[in-house]
């Protein structure tokens, strides 16, 4: 088992463009959260989605939208890119019916804006 | 508000020293409580929760509830400790959101 696979690994984009991260969650694992973790600082909450529908989510704006896909896999998609966008992106995936213990992490996609 | 605090960026200790790094955090209900560690070039992983009040690798975090504290304690530091530590917590149900501190980085001195 791979665990949780993001991609791609890093990823440069020019300020307002638009970009979508991807992740696969371990298997067995239906519950996928986004997190963004800027330089030198704890991972912050951005949404969490189950059974393809967002059910929580962070202080973040609607530039920052998601999907999740029947086979469990995910999208975070920003839109209008600014520079303090860049950050690692990480995911992570557990079990709904495994509480809090299941949560896995990804390696991250490093994203700079220019 | 929910908030997870790590007061200290950088805590260095020499090997076989002991090892105490502060968390404190503020939440109005039940909060769960977990230390998740980032070794070099490895993802972030859960190292501990409170509720199952187990030792990991030597390490130790008892919850005070009264000084709102989940410190993570071990009593003999050794190189491979050396690593990037997150205090975090969350509602206590199932797959809820974590939120984590700011991390404490602790460098194990030979």
């Known amino acids: 088992d791979a665990g949780v696979t993001q991609s791609p690994t890093h990823l440069i984009k020019t300020r307002g463009q638009q970009v979508t991260l991807r992740c696969s969650p371990k298997s067995g694992h239906d519950t996928v959260s986004w997190y963004q973790q800027a330089l030198g600082q704890g991972p912050q909450f951005i949404f969490q989605?189950?059974?393809?529908?967002?059910?929580q989510r962070g202080n973040f704006p609607d530039r920052f939208s998601g999907h999740q896909f029947p086979n469990y896999s995910s999208e975070l998609n920003v839109n209008a890119l600014l520079l303090g966008d860049s950050a690692l992106y990480l995911c992570a995936s557990s079990a709904e019916a495994g509480s809090n213990y299941g949560y896995t992490f990804g390696s991250g996609t490093r994203l700079t804006v220019v | 508000a929910q908030r997870v605090t790590q007061p200290e960026k950088l805590l260095s200790v020499f090997k076989g020293a002991p090892v105490e790094l502060k968390c404190n955090y503020s939440y109005s209900g039940s909060p769960e409580l977990f230390w998740y560690v980032q070794y070099s070039r490895q993802r972030l992983q859960l190292l501990l929760r409170h509720i199952s009040r187990e030792s990991i690798k030597g390490f130790t975090a008892d919850l005070n509830k009264g000084e709102t504290s989940f410190h993570l304690k071990k009593p003999f530091a050794q190189e491979e400790d050396s690593a990037m530590y997150y205090c975090?917590?969350?509602?206590?149900?199932?797959?809820?959101?974590?939120?984590f501190g700011s991390g404490t980085r602790l460098s194990i001195r030979p």
């Open positions: 975090a917590l969350s509602e206590y149900s199932s797959a809820s959101k974590i939120i």
């Open positions: 989605y189950y059974e393809e529908e967002e059910r």
